[in-house]
């Protein structure tokens, strides 16, 4: 039974990218939005022309994708800009072919990057294959007009990741630097996090994260669309920033250990159990291996403890209105 595109989100033609529900007002600000990526495109054609650049627009992305959100823009206000920011970095860094080409020669040199190729050959391949043989080739291509997670974006997040690799293998001094705008993107989206847990947010509807059990739960989003994606987010930047501060200076590791513990404080207030035990899961590994020393575990210790009665004290949360 064929589903009507225009009342069933999981069922879209492969380029109604806003839904019906889009005012044409907000249809003019998407064209509008569209130009400057094409314009913005064109400029970092132009401007990558260095490695640096590269890895400037690398960082860019690592950082901005996860802090992308329209919300008033477009339906989908937490996928669709994620997907304008890779899309727009990928095509420029494809732009810059000759910025990283030489990093993806030295990748294909050692065996662990020939594997990561293969897999990305072959999932790339599979996906090409699924969407060919797909009884709905347009849901497939373009995803669901929720997700938008069809081959169009997942080629694309492939190819991303494979050249993010050849930058890095590259220059690997530049893979602490992406990691570093990974952190501090983590720490925008914590603090994103608790705000709305406090009850302030400028974006978005506090009925759009509630949860009507023990008189209102609040499960906050931040910027990634779900309670659940953002534990899962926090849960692999609060081991990354922790190890950025065991090789940082004094003052650097006081900022990355602050970011971690706020980003630590967003997980526990997003909910997200699952993440939890991630973190649990990846410090009894850090420990394992000589990672974190008895003082650095005792001040995670104390972390923990203050967001838990923190958590213990205003949970559940009330927000009737």
Known sequence: MRADASKNKYNPHPFTWFGSRISTASKARIRLCVKVAVVAIDAVSLSV???????????????????????????????????????????????????????AKVLLQTRSGRMFAIL?????????????????????????????????????????????????????????????????????????????????????????????????????????????????????TIPITMGLSSQAGAGRRLVLWSIAGLSLAAVFLCGSRSSLVALGAALAVYTSQGGIRARALLRL???????????AFTYPLPRAK
């Open 301 to 311: 210790a104390a972390i923990c403890l203050v967001c838990g009665l923190c958590l």
């Open 49 to 103: 022309e260095s490695p640096t650049s590269a890895e400037v627009l690398v960082g860019v992305a690592a950082a901005a994708i996860p802090c992308a959100i329209a919300p008033g823009i477009v339906l989908e206000r937490d996928v669709i800009p994620k997907l304008v920011v890779l899309l727009c970095c990928t095509a420029g860094l494809l732009f810059g072919l000759n910025t990283w080409c030489g990093g």
């Open 120 to 236: 990305i050959g072959l999932q790339c391949a599979s996906v090409a294959l699924s969407t060919a043989l797909s009884q709905n080739p347009s849901l497939s291509l373009a995803g669901s007009a929720w997700r938008r997670f069809g081959f169009i974006t997942q080629a694309s997040l492939l190819l991303f990741a494979f050249i993010c690799a050849a930058v890095v293998a590259g220059r690997s001094k530049v893979l602490r630097r992406i990691l570093t705008a990974l952190a501090f993107a983590s720490c925008l989206i914590s603090a994103y996090a608790i705000a709305q847990y406090a009850g302030w947010d400028p974006f978005l509807a506090q009925e759009l994260y509630r949860i009507d059990y023990f008189g209102g739960m609040l499960r906050v989003p931040s910027t990634l669309g779900h309670a659940v994606y953002l534990g899962a987010f926090l849960s692999a």
